[in-house]
């Protein structure tokens, strides 16, 4: 009975000290922090966990981001607004809609290929001047990337120019000039969100996760581009997306039996 009663002690520690060590180890992981080593007193980068070398753990890894886009824009608002004085100086604002492909180009690596490619949709507020040349301005908007089922893949904000080229000559004796620093038809941009892809087997899509920044330019979000020999405005859209996509790296915790062991992600979910 003795016995017994001791066997049945020595189980229910056991259990305690795993789920204990398991509690740990997924709050290391939450935290960004490494569940095995201490923290250096070396002043270094965020989160300095020493592991030997002069090296750092790391939260992330990154990877880039690739991305065209064309489609076609849907104008939803289009509104002037006057200032009084001096001169009645008009800005236009604008709205727009986009719905449009988006695959890979020839920097995208795994696992933004092929997690990240599908139906883009974006919205652009735009602001810009209306009463002369440059017809510049500013947009904000949001966007979010879906997958062959309709599943949110990424999503985040984005703000840019309309009519500001910035791929301009740096001196007056350069070449070659790309752009006017007045480009019509033309919008540059910043846009930051989250990768938020589980892998699906049955798509072929991988686990993409982590936070992503990214520039783009493109053409389209202007009215007064039209369709050749027409007047009906051209709704045409292209753009080009680059970045980089900050994904959390694997845990690896050490087991004096075995060594170095890596704690997986999940790797499939359903999506029906």
């Given at each position: 009975m003795v016995l017994r009663s001791r066997r049945i002690l020595t189980a229910t520690t056991a259990a305690v000290l795993l789920v204990t060590g398991l509690i740990s180890v997924r709050l290391a992981q939450a935290n960004g922090e490494h569940p095995s080593i201490r923290k250096s007193g070396v002043e270094g980068p965020s989160d300095p966990f020493a592991i030997g070398g002069g090296l750092y753990r790391a939260k992330t890894k990154i990877s880039p981001i690739s991305k065209i886009v064309r489609g076609e824009q849907v104008k939803k608002s289009d509104i002037i607004l006057v200032c009084p004085a001096p001169g009645l100086e008009r800005t236009r604002r604008l709205v727009y809609t986009v719905r449009a492909p988006i695959s890979s180009w020839r920097c995208d690596?795994?696992?933004?290929?092929?997690?990240?490619?599908?139906?883009?949709?974006?919205?652009?507020?735009?602001?810009?001047?209306e009463h002369k040349e440059p017809k510049r301005g500013c947009f904000t908007g949001s966007w979010k990337i879906l997958n062959s089922l309709g599943v949110t893949v990424a999503s985040g904000s984005l703000f840019g120019t309309v009519r500001a080229g910035t791929h301009d000559v740096l001196t007056d004796d350069d070449p070659f000039e790309c752009e006017d620093c007045g480009e019509e038809f033309h919008f540059e941009?910043?846009?930051?969100?989250?990768?938020?892809?589980?892998?699906?087997?049955?798509?072929?899509?991988?686990?993409?996760?982590?936070?992503?920044?990214?520039?783009?330019?493109?053409?389209?979000?202007?009215?007064d581009r039209l369709v050749s020999g027409s007047t009906v405005e051209n709704p045409a859209f292209r753009m080009r997306i680059e970045g980089a996509l900050f994904e959390p790296c694997p845990l690896i915790i050490f087991n004096p039996i075995q060594g170095s062991i890596d704690i997986p992600r999940p790797t499939a979910i359903s999506e029906d």
């Open positions: 690596e795994f696992c933004s290929d092929p997690a990240l490619n599908g139906t883009f949709l974006a919205t652009f507020n735009v602001d810009r001047r941009g910043c846009m930051d969100g989250q990768a938020v892809a589980w892998a699906n087997p049955r798509i072929g899509q991988p686990t993409c996760r982590g936070r992503i920044c990214a520039t783009f330019q493109g053409t389209g979000l202007d009215p």
